[in-house]
């Protein structure tokens, strides 16, 4: 049965690659899993290599292909759900793409990305030598809930973990270290130190303002972004955990968000082994994942993409585009079931602090006329809607000059990318 769902799944990735209809990372890992539901489970025990699971709302594909690129230059052989298909299906498919028909894989470390509702489903499945917990936002509310759901959730399936896991957790980040509380796994905290990423600004995207061990109100000493920071609670004491690394590489990469993400993947490879040399060499050659920050360049104009999926990572991407004095901005907003439904999240937005008002901005997206309406709420009369986004990409690319930056949620980013280079991802 093994044999045959490998090979249909196989079979279906070389259809796919072969006929430009994508990657193959989501329907071959449906198709095996309907042949054999223990598929996944049953081909990581059967194989010896070393499982590192990345969960977290934003970063996760950053951070993967970071510590991928630091494995490689190791001289290591890896593999990558590199598409960004989290969820179960997508597991199986890279999976597939790696295992022989004898159901052996023959590469040394796996990295797996995972969605935050399916990471409990995961750990259910098979237990990984290292779990990578970056942060929890509020993101896709109609799937996922609230965020302190989705903590308690995790907490559960965490202490179930055995000794053999390594936990590799964001102390900045008050929901990830409470995960941390009464587990028998190793455990080591990253976080930020450097005065030049804190924030004096309140922000409305603020997630995680009270402790989850009393209620109180948290106490911030730093705040970096959002609810991440130097915080404490005055009432039961808990506060951010000792720093096993807080030095950041130089990085190509902008953003505080990605100082996280080079934190997260040169922490994990230090304690697996990596020597510094090779990780700063990895980290400053490093080219960023497809629609995080990479820069597609067309006829003589660079577009960069910022995935923007949630109030979070909107502001960390419009705080970015501001420290490059980006003036070109087309942002698309969709409502599909990799976006979430619910796009209430737009006016929990800082659009009023981080745009300046002299930039040339042009809205698309499934739901224009929403955004629209929220940048025309924040004081803004230099923008223009045009629903239809082939249409949208074409007047940024006519009307602005060599530097274009792109903010999309999923579903857009995929479209945009297509429209910019004729290839789908998924």
């Given at each position: 049965?093994?044999?045959?769902?490998?090979?249909?799944?196989?079979?279906?990735?070389?259809?796919?690659?072969?006929?430009?209809?994508?990657?193959?990372?989501?329907?071959?890992?449906?198709?095996?899993?309907?042949?054999?539901?223990?598929?996944?489970?049953?081909?990581?025990?059967?194989?010896?290599?070393?499982?590192?699971?990345?969960?977290?709302?934003?970063?996760?594909?950053?951070?993967?292909?970071?510590?991928?690129?630091?494995?490689?230059?190791?001289?290591?052989?890896?593999?990558?759900?590199?598409?960004?298909?989290?969820?179960?299906?997508?597991?199986?498919?890279?999976?597939?793409?790696?295992?022989?028909?004898?159901?052996?894989?023959?590469?040394?470390?796996?990295?797996?990305?995972?969605?935050?509702?399916?990471?409990?489903?995961?750990?259910?499945?098979?237990?990984?030598?290292?779990?990578?917990?970056?942060?929890?936002?509020?993101?896709?509310?109609?799937?996922?809930?609230?965020?302190?759901?989705?903590?308690?959730?995790?907490?559960?399936?965490?202490?179930?973990?055995?000794?053999?896991?390594?936990?590799?957790?964001?102390?900045?980040?008050?929901?990830?270290?409470?995960?941390?509380?009464?587990?028998?796994?190793?455990?080591?905290?990253?976080?930020?130190?450097?005065?030049?990423?804190?924030?004096?600004?309140?922000?409305?995207?603020?997630?995680?303002?009270?402790?989850?061990?009393?209620?109180?109100?948290?106490?911030?000493?730093?705040?970096?972004?959002?609810?991440?920071?130097?915080?404490?609670?005055?009432?039961?004491?808990?506060?951010?955990?000792?720093?096993?690394?807080?030095?950041?590489?130089?990085?190509?990469?902008?953003?505080?968000?990605?100082?996280?993400?080079?934190?997260?993947?040169s922490l994990t490879a230090k304690k697996i082994g990596i020597k510094d040399e090779v990780i700063k060499k990895s980290v400053l050659s490093f080219k960023p994942a497809f629609g995080r920050q990479e820069i597609i360049s067309i006829k003589g104009k660079e577009i960069q993409?910022?995935?923007?999926?949630?109030?979070?990572?909107?502001?960390?991407?419009?705080?970015?585009?501001?420290?490059?004095?980006?003036?070109?901005?087309?942002?698309?907003?969709?409502?599909?079931?990799?976006?979430?439904?619910?796009?209430?999240?737009?006016?929990?937005?800082?659009?009023?602090?981080?745009?300046?008002?002299?930039?040339?901005?042009?809205?698309?997206?499934?739901?224009?006329?929403?955004?629209?309406?929220?940048?025309?709420?924040?004081?803004?009369?230099?923008?223009?809607?045009?629903?239809?986004?082939?249409?949208?990409?074409?007047?940024?690319?006519?009307?602005?000059?060599?530097?274009?930056?792109?903010?999309?949620?999923?579903?857009?980013?995929?479209?945009?990318?297509?429209?910019?280079?004729?290839?789908?991802?998924?």
């Amino acid at each position: 049965m093994n044999k045959l769902a490998i090979f249909v799944g196989k079979s279906v990735i070389a259809f796919s690659k072969a006929f430009n209809l994508g990657s193959g990372s989501t329907w071959p890992g449906h198709i095996v899993l309907k042949f054999n539901p223990e598929f996944i489970e049953k081909t990581l025990k059967k194989s010896k290599t070393t499982i590192i699971l990345i969960a977290g709302t934003n970063g996760k594909t950053t951070t993967a292909k970071l510590l991928k690129s630091i494995l490689e230059e190791s001289n290591k052989t890896v593999f990558h759900n590199q598409s960004g298909a989290n969820l179960l299906n997508g597991l199986a498919s890279a999976i597939v793409s790696e295992v022989n028909l004898s159901g052996y894989i023959n590469k040394n470390y796996a990295i797996f990305e995972v969605d935050e509702n399916t990471l409990p489903s995961a750990l259910d499945k098979f237990l990984p030598d290292y779990l990578i917990v970056l942060n929890l936002f509020r993101d896709q509310l109609d799937r996922y809930g609230e965020i302190d759901k989705i903590a308690k959730n995790w907490k559960k399936s965490f202490e179930k973990l055995p000794a053999s896991t390594t936990l590799i957790l964001n102390a900045d980040d008050p929901l990830v270290s409470f995960l941390s509380e009464n587990l028998s796994s190793k455990m080591f905290f990253f976080g930020l130190n450097d005065d030049k990423y804190k924030i004096n600004s309140k922000q409305n995207a603020a997630d995680s303002i009270y402790c989850l061990y009393c209620g109180n109100k948290l106490s911030y000493k730093a705040t970096f972004f959002s609810h991440i920071g130097d915080w404490q609670c005055t009432k039961c004491l808990h506060k951010r955990q000792k720093l096993d690394l807080s030095e950041i590489f130089t990085s190509p990469l902008k953003g505080t968000y990605n100082a996280y993400n080079v934190l997260a993947a040169s922490l994990t490879a230090k304690k697996i082994g990596i020597k510094d040399e090779v990780i700063k060499k990895s980290v400053l050659s490093f080219k960023p994942a497809f629609g995080r920050q990479e820069i597609i360049s067309i006829k003589g104009k660079e577009i960069q993409i910022f995935l923007s999926k949630n109030p979070t990572s909107f502001n960390e991407s419009l705080r970015t585009i501001k420290s490059l004095n980006g003036k070109n901005v087309l942002i698309v907003l969709n409502d599909r079931i990799p976006d979430g439904r619910d796009i209430s999240w737009i006016w929990d937005t800082d659009i009023e602090n981080l745009f300046t008002g002299d930039e040339k901005i042009v809205v698309s997206g499934d739901r224009a006329y929403d955004l629209a309406l929220r940048i025309k709420y924040a004081g803004f009369k230099n923008f223009s809607v045009e629903p239809v986004l082939k249409k949208a990409v074409y007047k940024i690319l006519a009307n602005s000059e060599k530097q274009i930056f792109v903010l999309p949620t999923y579903s857009a980013m995929l479209e945009t990318r297509k429209i910019l280079t004729g290839k789908k991802i998924l």
